[in-house]
């Protein structure tokens, strides 16, 4: 039976995020690109959000670290991509990438939560092939893990929508340069 429901974009980022250099979670979006869901946003179970995003990263050969990207409602860590091995290889500067996660309402109300699987496409991750031409790699997120259900988070309030970043060293940085949240169905 049809949902009667339409795909929409429910917000889009006008500016760059802040560029992260630190070795610690942060918020990689500008202030005016973390959409606020309504309370009951999510109201039936098999509901679906994907969230984009694409930016540039640089890292360095002797110690790149990982590479994490995270969804959180408030501080709920709804989905968690896990730390993702970068390049030892070939040093990076301001290489492009490409997120994109879909996520699925597996419970509502007070205990909400969200199951979700992604991918990150870049040329920054180990494994990437020395020589030129150089394609990117496609990290199945979460990353070598199997998927499961996210953190609970209550429905029946609002929620503000944002990604995090996390890097295990300080000798790169990440920018988000796009990002965009919608609601499936």
Not at 21 to 33: E, F, G, M, R, Y
Not at 83 to 102: F, K, P, R, Y
Request: contains cysteine.
């Amino acid at each position: 039976m049809s949902a009667q429901g339409w795909n929409e974009t429910l917000i889009t980022a006008t500016t760059d995020g802040a560029t992260l250099t630190a070795a610690a979670a942060a918020t990689a979006l500008p202030a005016q690109a973390r959409v606020t869901l309504k309370p009951n946003f999510f109201y039936y179970i098999g509901q679906q959000m994907i969230v984009k995003a694409a930016g540039r990263i640089s890292s360095v050969i002797t110690t790149p670290g990982t590479a994490r990207f995270d969804i959180r409602f408030g501080a709920s860590i709804v989905f968690d991509g896990l730390a993702v091995l970068l390049d030892t290889v070939a040093g990076h500067t301001t290489e492009h990438w490409h997120l994109e996660i879909l996520m699925t309402c597996r419970a509502i109300g007070a205990t909400a939560n969200l199951f979700g699987q992604g991918r990150w496409e870049c040329q920054d991750i180990l494994g990437t092939p020395a020589g030129t031409p150089r394609g990117g790699i496609v990290a199945m997120l979460p990353w070598n893990t199997a998927p499961a259900v996210g953190a609970n988070f209550d429905s029946t309030v609002s929620q503000q929508v944002d990604m995090f970043f996390t890097q295990t060293v300080a000798t790169g940085s990440m920018t988000v340069h796009q990002f965009s949240v919608q609601a499936m169905n």
